[in-house]
């Protein structure tokens, strides 16, 4: 893993042509995550109208779209974090590793396990950095040593890009790290429970462009190991860190394609005006 | 895992059950002694009688004496409570600033948390002897220096809720009338204090109901004659004092003198509980103005 | 109404609000000198180690201060954990139907049942009917009734403070809702789950009319040497001694009042302690 702070990642939409595209898709490899004719609502108001979309693991897949277009909603229905809210219900199906998640007999919370998710606003719990890692290992049994613990603990800190500016004071209060360190840190801690997925609500939308940029990294490299699903207000951020893109409007998925050909030859209308700035 | 959380969740609905359970068991305790109480005393002579001497060898029922006896106390303590804690509340509201509420109001709470016997000692052995020096007849016992201390320490309710009914009432009606001209006190009494009517009647409702329900200062100091009388000067008794008299003495249980303490509770339980009824109803009524 | 005669009745009116307010704490002044004066000079370790007796000169108040911490933290011992699991309950688990505001509902009506009332419950239902007798066990069982009602409501209250990003939190990484509540959300509440508790109980301790109907003693000259034994509490001895006609029990009523005082403003004190030590934890 090379140090994230000296890679340059392609910086405008123009430089987009010449870096690595993701794979064509390809028959052979399943798809991670699917959602089919999916609606959602929230009491009587429908949230997501008929979204049905392949999201292909190991690549880091953007959701994009203007306020209030269904875009976090339809990502907090692949942990089925929506559940919490009272008056929600769910129409079709949302599939991992062809699965449907809200089949009957599912176990939501083993299913939150396998499906990490990062928010927009970190939220830390008021407790020390390891106590923040090491919690969700517990709960869930994985660990049966303290070493094996905190040597869980190292790991996924390091997954983070976190480890080496906490070694020195695990023991300390989480809520002393700075908004760039706290998400860090939020990453690992959704990281130590071993997920396949990370879903990643607008993670960076609270941070300064620093703090930002490591963020962004972060994204793209631990696609590797993991499926990365982001959703993000700001294109560029879309165009420098996704392999494919999803635009969201109005609750529904109006096109679903390649990063590179969404920012540069959109096949809706609606998706050209978008990017380009016409509107949102 | 899934079976533990059940068995979590009906565990703590259990222990929430319990508030239910109490109020039944308030109510049951209360039923079935008055019933065994009215089986040998007819209801009418209870509730319109005007001898109350249960203890006496030809005991007399009448349960009115007591009844006048713990009204008189509670009209003069809301004599007291409600006027002065409604100007404290309108003080506070709209007259003081941040600074000044913040040093007064908790030290008017802690009018309520000086517990009642001390109170009773105070009303016995302080204020019925000042109040001696002004009304020379006054007897060593009686309705008016606990009726007085009473009032003194249900006042922060009063002014507490008259409060929090006068703060909820939006600024704008305010600015309106400080806009035309109006000074604070007819903006506070004109306007304020007729928007904020039901909250403010729903605290006066809940003051009645604890003075109705206050035990120590009247035990100390208002006397064991339950007197069917009106005059604040004499010994009297009320209905929570005589279940005090009774409880302290050697009265055996099983016995009819030991169920009128039932029959004079559930008096008691059903007159505060239906002002408090009346006294959240209207709370509600005056949120759902507001908001 | 001329303007000069409108400003100066809002004056006189202002002045007049005023002075009611000042009023009653001059009440609360009276009050408290009066007691210092009368009792202050009764005070003494001897009284507050004594036993009571006819001499009033030689009365002391050990027994009563005994029963009433004795009967203080059994009362915290049951009040605290049923309070807040109802409460857990209430604001975690519960529903929008029927049951739950049946039940929230009767918390509001209870916590405004004069105490005189829970007395009678105690008598009938402890006392008699569980046969627990006029016991230290009987009494705290009354008061934890009691204190019910305030424990709930402020523990919920602490509940809705812990912020729901916290919880989030917890679910996403897949936690149970028990999990979530033991792990995450109780020890952020905790302090003001404290705090209501110390003020609820503050209020109990003063309490002399529900203990005194159930059958708590007023004249003891033992301490409780068992949670079945029978007993007295400090309010109970002051009112004892308060009704008696003799003015040198009367100073003994005051020095017992300065007592249950001081111990009012501990209690107090801590739970105020308390509540400021865990927002500046919180605060990181």
């Known amino acids: 893993m090379s140090t994230a702070s000296t890679r340059p990642?392609?910086?405008?939409?123009?430089?987009?042509?010449?870096?690595?595209?993701?794979?064509?898709?390809?028959?052979?490899?399943?798809?991670?995550?699917?959602?089919?004719?999916?609606?959602?609502?929230?009491?009587?108001?429908?949230?997501?109208?008929?979204?049905?979309?392949?999201?292909?693991?190991?690549?880091?897949?953007?959701?994009?779209?203007?306020?209030?277009?269904?875009?976090?909603?339809?990502?907090?229905?692949?942990?089925r974090m929506n559940d919490?809210?009272?008056?929600?219900?769910?129409?079709?199906?949302?599939?991992?590793?062809?699965?449907?998640?809200?089949?009957?007999?599912?176990?939501?919370?083993?299913?939150?396990?396998?499906?990490?998710?990062?928010?927009?606003?970190?939220?830390?719990?008021?407790?020390?950095?390891?106590?923040?890692?090491?919690y969700g290992l517990r709960i869930n049994g994985m660990v049966s040593s303290k070493s094996e613990l905190a040597g869980q603990v190292e790991e996924s800190l390091r997954q983070a890009a976190l480890w080496d500016e906490v070694k020195d004071r695990l023991h300390e209060s989480a809520l002393a790290l700075s908004g760039g360190q706290q998400q860090r840190l939020c990453i690992?801690?959704?990281?130590?429970?071993?997920?396949?997925?990370?879903?990643?609500?607008?993670?960076?939308?609270?941070?300064?462009?620093?703090?930002?940029?490591?963020?962004?990294?972060?994204?793209?490299?631990?696609?590797?190991?993991?499926?990365?699903?982001?959703?993000?207000h700001n294109m560029q951020q879309a165009a420098r860190v996704s392999d494919y893109t999803a635009f969201f409007w109005l609750g529904r998925l109006v096109e679903y394609d390649r990063t590179d050909k969404i920012f540069t030859n959109p096949t809706e209308k609606l998706t050209e005006d978008y990017v380009t700035g016409r509107f949102g | 895992m899934r079976r533990f959380e059940f068995v979590i969740e009906r565990g703590l609905f259990l222990c929430a059950l319990l508030s239910v359970a109490t109020t039944v068991?308030?109510?049951?305790?209360?039923?079935?002694?008055?019933?065994?109480?009215?089986?040998?005393?007819?209801?009418?002579?209870?509730?319109?009688?005007?001898?109350?001497?249960?203890?006496?060898?030809?005991?007399?029922?009448?349960?009115?004496?007591?009844?006048?006896?713990t009204t008189l106390v509670s009209l003069i303590a809301m004599l007291v409570a409600l006027p002065m804690g409604l100007l404290s509340a309108i003080y506070l509201s709209e007259y003081a600033n941040s600074s000044v509420r913040r040093v007064l109001k908790p030290v008017l709470e802690l009018l309520a948390g000086v517990p009642t016997v001390v109170y009773g000692y105070f009303a016995l052995l302080f204020v019925t002897p000042l109040l001696q020096q002004v009304f020379p007849n006054l007897a060593g016992f009686n309705a008016l220096g606990p009726g007085i201390v009473m009032g003194v320490m249900i006042l922060p309710l009063v002014s507490s809720l008259s409060e929090d009914a006068m703060r909820a009432v939006p600024i704008g009606l305010r600015e309106g009338s400080y806009a035309l001209g109006a000074t604070r006190m007819q903006t506070s009494l004109r306007v304020v204090v007729p928007a904020a009517f039901s909250g403010i009647t729903a605290a006066f409702i809940l003051a009645i109901s604890r003075a109705i329900g206050e035990t120590m200062i009247v035990a100390i100091a208002a006397g064991q004659q339950p007197r069917l009388t009106w005059d604040p000067t004499v010994p009297i008794e009320t209905m929570t004092a005589y279940i005090v008299q009774v409880s302290l003495g050697d009265t055996p249980q099983g016995t009819l003198e030991y169920r009128t303490i039932f029959a004079v509770g559930m008096l008691l339980f059903l007159g505060t509980f239906g002002l408090n009824l009346v006294s959240a109803w209207l709370r509600q009524r005056y949120r759902e103005e507001y908001s | 109404m001329?303007?000069?005669?409108?400003?100066?009745?809002?004056?006189?009116?202002?002045?007049?609000s005023l002075l009611v307010l000042l009023l009653a704490l001059a009440a609360l002044a009276a009050l408290i000198v009066d007691v210092v004066s009368d009792g202050a000079g009764r005070l003494s370790w001897d009284f507050i180690n004594g036993y009571p007796s006819r001499r009033a000169s030689q009365a002391g108040i050990f027994p009563a201060l005994a029963g009433s911490i004795f009967v203080i933290l059994l009362t915290a011992l049951l009040a605290l954990p049923i309070g807040v699991a109802a409460a857990i309950y209430l604001e975690e688990y519960g529903r929008r139907n029927f049951v739950s505001r049946a039940i929230e509902i009767n918390i509001t009506n209870l916590a405004a049942v004069p105490s005189i009332i829970y007395g009678l419950l105690g008598l009938g239902v402890f006392v008699r009917l569980m046969g627990m007798g006029r016991s230290v066990i009987a009494g705290a069982a009354t008061l934890a009734l009691l204190a019910l009602p305030v424990v709930i409501l402020s523990t919920r209250e602490a509940l809705r403070a812990v912020p729901g990003s916290i919880r989030e939190g917890s679910y996403a990484l897949g936690a149970t809702k028990w999990q979530t509540i033991w792990h995450q959300v109780l020890p952020v509440a905790?302090?003001?789950?404290?705090?209501?508790?110390?003020?609820?109980?503050?209020?109990?301790i003063g309490e002399t009319a529900p203990l005194i109907t159930m059958g708590a003693l007023t004249y003891v000259s033992f301490a409780p040497d068992s949670i079945w034994s029978s007993f007295t509490v400090l309010p109970i001895q002051i009112f004892n001694w308060v009704s008696r006609p003799q003015r040198d029990f009367h100073a003994n009523a005051a020095a017992g009042i300065l007592l249950l005082m001081a111990l009012l403003l501990t209690m107090n004190g801590l739970a105020i302690w308390l509540r400021d030590r865990y927002q500046k934890r919180l605060a990181g």
């Open chain 3, 2 to 16: 001329t303007n000069a005669m409108r400003r100066s009745l809002d004056v006189a009116f202002q002045a007049l």
């Open chain 1, 188 to 232: 690992a801690r959704a990281l130590a429970v071993r997920p396949d997925i990370l879903l990643m609500d607008e993670p960076a939308s609270a941070l300064d462009p620093i703090a930002t940029q490591r963020i962004e990294e972060l994204a793209y490299d631990l696609k590797k190991k993991y499926t990365v699903v982001i959703v993000t």
């Open chain 3, 190 to 204: 905790t302090p003001g789950i404290l705090t209501g508790l110390i003020l609820s109980l503050s209020r109990a």
């Open chain 1, 9 to 79: 990642l392609p910086g405008s939409l123009g430089e987009l042509a010449s870096r690595n595209v993701a794979p064509p898709p390809s028959s052979s490899e399943p798809c991670k995550i699917e959602a089919k004719h999916l609606d959602f609502y929230y009491g009587q108001k429908r949230a997501l109208e008929d979204i049905s979309v392949q999201i292909r693991p190991h690549l880091v897949t953007a959701f994009i779209g203007p306020s209030g277009c269904g875009k976090s909603t339809f990502l907090r229905t692949i942990n």
């Open chain 2, 25 to 69: 068991g308030i109510i049951a305790v209360l039923a079935v002694e008055t019933a065994a109480f009215l089986r040998e005393v007819p209801i009418v002579d209870f509730l319109f009688g005007t001898e109350w001497t249960p203890l006496f060898s030809t005991p007399r029922f009448g349960v009115l004496p007591l009844v006048v006896g």
């Open chain 1, 84 to 134: 919490i809210i009272p008056g929600t219900r769910v129409d079709g199906q949302v599939l991992i590793d062809n699965a449907n998640i809200y089949g009957p007999g599912v176990d939501v919370v083993q299913l939150r396990r396998r499906v990490g998710m990062v928010f927009q606003k970190s939220n830390p719990f008021p407790k020390s950095i390891f106590e923040n890692v090491s």
